[in-house]
């Protein structure tokens, strides 16, 4: 008894210690750190986005944006980068940077636009840039170039507008990514992924690619979402920026980060 009465007594003794080491370790643990790239010249900026960061800082991540150039030293402040349909070319350093970020153990997410008629939003080639130095471009790309690129449809599931399609967690594929998805709306340029395993999401069977010609290059199925890791890091490729923005989506009137499950599937 004496035995269990000391123990007891040690117990009680170091267990305060403990926990106020327990507590001051959780304390020290370094928040989550999210760069938003606003310095290319950008219509999805930052702050088209003002509903997903208060949700971001609600949940504890310092989100920011930034006009500065993209270096190394400034992108090792952070843990998630956000480059989102740029207008400008990133410099070879700038891009050098990214890759060197990334396979450091950083998270890029890199969001594309749509084109179409004479609309040329997206900017495939300044996306696929940043793949090819991550020497992922034989896996995923943004289809087409800056001069032609394309836009997903679907004329029988859609929010407002054939070019808002809504895909379902049917068109989901297994991945943290997916986990509690339901249903999200989408504005999406499409993607060519050659590796079938990185693919997360695609549209339904009813849907279709089109380029600025009027062309339909891809039908049923088609990727818009993957994800992927390079060396220590991950990569998520998106094409559509819009669907977590504070945009509107046409004809329904709510915004397309309100919509049913948008906002999760940025924060899975």
Request: charged fraction near 20%; include cysteine.
């Amino acid at each position: 008894m004496r035995k269990i009465s000391a123990i007891t007594v040690l117990l009680l003794i170091c267990l305060p210690t403990v926990l106020s080491a327990f507590h001051i370790a959780l304390a020290q643990e370094e928040p989550i750190k999210l760069l938003w790239d606003d310095a290319h010249d950008q219509y999805y900026s930052s702050s088209r986005f003002q509903t997903l960061f208060s949700s971001l800082r609600e949940q504890g991540i310092e989100a920011e944006g930034s006009t500065a150039n993209l270096t190394l030293s400034l992108l090792q402040n952070y843990s998630i980068l956000v480059i989102a349909n740029p207008r400008a070319e990133l410099s070879l350093e700038e891009i050098s940077a990214v890759s060197e970020f990334v396979k450091d153990g950083g998270a890029l997410i890199i969001l594309g636009d749509i084109q179409y008629d004479d609309r040329h939003y997206g900017q495939p080639d300044n996306l696929n840039a940043i793949l090819e130095e991550l020497g992922v471009a034989d896996q995923v790309r943004f289809w087409g170039t800056n001069d032609n690129g394309d836009e997903i449809y679907d004329s029988i599931h859609y929010a407002g507008a054939t070019f808002q399609p809504i895909v379902t967690k049917e068109c989901f594929k297994p991945h943290v990514i997916s986990v509690g998805i339901e249903e999200v709306v989408i504005n999406s340029a499409s993607l060519i992924v050659t590796n079938p395993d990185i693919i997360v999401a695609t549209s339904d069977s009813d849907a279709y690619a089109m380029d600025t010609q009027g062309n339909r290059h891809a039908s049923g199925y088609v990727p818009w979402l993957a994800a992927l890791n390079v060396d220590k890091g991950k990569l998520i490729v998106c094409g559509s920026s819009k669907m977590f923005s504070d945009l509107a989506i046409y004809n329904v009137g709510t915004s397309f980060i309100s919509y049913k499950d948008n906002m999760k599937l940025f924060f899975n």
